[in-house]
């Protein structure tokens, strides 16, 4: 890095680029910030590239463009519905909401990303369609067109390095390691990610996740939060994260959020159901772990796998080998290696309880086609053969939208830590708070290392709500620097 790129007084430095810290990087820089973007782990994936790069914006003009009616203020009800009682941060949550459908213009018209609405991406929790994404849909992808936009934009100055940044006056400064001159800022935007990589961390903050798989990035190592908290910053929701229900064994790959909605259902090694699988996929994890081995088998069949073709975290397991394939339930059991009486009578269950509470699947039923034979049989081993079956799902779950149907596909998964919601506090504009309430001069923070939408475990943990605190907060960050 030549010296006089860095010399002067930057408007803003930003520890951290990845989602938070590169929507605060550009949506600075269109203002006319000058912007220093500061990251020491370059070469390793942020959370943001290893994430599904899907993100909710209520009220977009894509959305209403794809005919769907949507509201910030219908997101916000999605969200406080899902969490637990008083534990939204409603410092920040509404302004978040209005920031989303914002962000996606700003997105659109100034940064030029390629940001479209996904019409086929469903998601527990949320009312309607809403999650936005670049193509392909992914996390991957979506970082790397924001590592390439930064990197172009004459007004940011992105250096691959770690700085040690300390107090200066009204400002900052940030020393290097290789003993270059100091870069000047006059704010400085803490945006280091969570702390999923600490493990001692997690294990204060979130007993109930120490010692579980993190598929996060490494790079989560909450240096950003220890900053805020060595300058006098408060901490919110520090036990809220985000856990992952669906991860196969290893932590290498997932199957992602949408097979439960489309159908699909868990069972454990007996080949029982343990969970309403519609609780969400941070929640699930905590269900899995709980099981025998901490695994259990996510069922579903051919059907839904056709809905899943833009899902790239599934199509990353399948390509993996993570997925089973079988023509009949015995073989799906053999190949499994659960029980294939527990597993038949499950999905018989499954079978009468779709035909009982979904038009669809009742149609599917009477329609007299072979692939219903099985379903139709299931069914009626259910409902018609005497034995006794509950009017409803004893675990509570209302929609089974199918009956499965082979061919059938199978993975197992386990539960995970995916990311810590748990932070610097700020208020709705991402300046962060000390104790009494009072911002620190000239600190912001978004992101990981913020507090974020929900606290109070993972089932609070809505889907999205990692990008959108990032993207949300980060475009208010941006406003109020300028
Ligand atoms: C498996 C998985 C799937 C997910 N899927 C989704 C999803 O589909 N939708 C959604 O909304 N959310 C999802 N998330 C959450 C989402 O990835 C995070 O909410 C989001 O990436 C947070 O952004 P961030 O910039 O704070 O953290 P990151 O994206 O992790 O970026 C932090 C950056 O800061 C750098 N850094 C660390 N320490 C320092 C330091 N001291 N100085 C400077 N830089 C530093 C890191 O190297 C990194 O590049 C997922 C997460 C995981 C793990």
Redo the contacts with the bound molecule.
Sequence with gaps: MAADTLAGTFDAAV???????MLVALAAQARGQRVLL????AS?A??????????PAAGSRLQAAAGVHDRPEDWLRDLRAFAPEGAVNERIATAVAEALPRVVDFLLDEAGAPVRFLPDTVAPGHRTLRFHSVQPAS?AAFAAWFRSAVQARPGIVYTPR??LARRAGEGFELDWADGSPPARARALVL????FGADAAMVARHIPAMAGALH???A???G??VA?GVAWGAALWGMDGY?G?GHTNPGGAT?LGMSIPPLGGVLINRDGQRFVREDVGPSALAAHVLAQPGGVALEVFDAAIEAQLGNASAYQAARAADQVLQADTVEDLAAKAGVPAPALRRTLADVAAWAALFADGTQAALHAGDTAGEDARSQAGAAAGKGRDRPEADPLGRERFPRALQPPYRASWVTGAL??TQGGLLTDADGRVLGPDDRPLPGLYA????AAGLVARGGEGYL????????FGLGWRVAQALA
């Design positions: 520890l951290g680029a990845g989602a938070a810290g500061v990251e020491p782990h390793a942020s959370n943001f590239a290893i994430s599904g790069g899907l993100f996390g770690r700085a945006a280091g990610g969570g598929n996060g990035s790079t989560n190592d240096s950003t900053l985000q992952q997932r995916s990311h978004n992101g990981g290392c889907p999205g709500n990692g990008l959108a605190q990032a």
